[in-house]
């Protein structure tokens, strides 16, 4: 199969890349996109770099050039929620804008609110951005279903509670809609999985657990999708 997996970094990769001895082979028009063999599959490499407008930029002009059986994204996120442990995977199926918008009278509103971004608008599916991608799901089964917020701000265990009551959320990323947008646009089957690096209700963190997981996760969804 065709498949494209978007990353912050390359270097997060390095423990899959040297499961498989795979090479990269840099992309002749893009120069943050990456091709490789693995197995069965023609595998691009999309190193997104960080933030929302990066990624953004980048998956769109890579998806207006080819379109994929599936796009995969493996990002880190911050759980609201205790009962999440670090170095879950989680499956984003609805994700959310989580810090566009200001503050009036002391109650967070946002372009929800203002008007200025509308439930139906084109790529809103039943009233959000929501992942109805049911392909190789044997696959992903296993990964629990969250919804997300994407943030240029995270938060700390002091505001938190905020995104997590308005938008009935269970995870934050920082650039989660910059991918989810652009494939529902074109509508491109996907998958959003993030692997938890931080628990604001526990105060827990492991960034390195994070990471070996997010290797682990690859590895057994490329032999088995």
């Not at 084109?122 to 990964?143: D, K, Q, S």
């Amino acid at each position: 199969m065709k498949l494209l997996i978007c990353v912050s970094s390359l270097n997060d990769l390095k423990g899959f890349l040297e499961n498989f001895s795979s090479s990269l082979l840099p992309n002749s028009s893009f120069r943050f996109l990456y091709s490789t063999k693995i197995l069965h599959h023609e595998i691009d490499i999309l190193e997104t770099g960080v933030g929302l407008y990066q990624t953004t930029y980048k998956l769109t002009k890579v998806l207006s050039h080819q379109k994929y059986h599936l796009a995969l994204k493996v990002s880190f996120s911050n759980t609201y929620k205790e009962e999440i442990a670090i170095g879950s995977v989680l499956n984003i199926v609805n994700e959310k804008p989580g810090d566009f918008g200001m503050m009036v009278n002391n109650e967070w509103k946002d372009h929800y609110d203002f008007n200025l971004l509308g439930r139906e608008d084109e790529p809103h599916i039943r009233g959000g951005f929501i992942n109805l991608t049911n392909a190789y799901m044997n696959v992903f089964a296993p990964f629990k279903k969250v919804v997300g917020v994407t943030v240029n701000h995270y938060a700390d265990k002091n505001t938190f509670a905020l995104r997590k009551e308005k938008y009935k959320a269970d995870c934050e990323t920082g650039d989660g809609l910059g991918f989810v947008y652009p494939c529902l646009f074109e509508k491109q089957s996907f998958y959003q999985l993030c692997v938890v690096e931080r628990n604001l209700a526990t105060g827990e963190e492991n960034f390195n657990l994070a990471k070996e997981k997010k290797n682990q996760t690859l590895i057994d969804i490329l032999q088995k999708i």
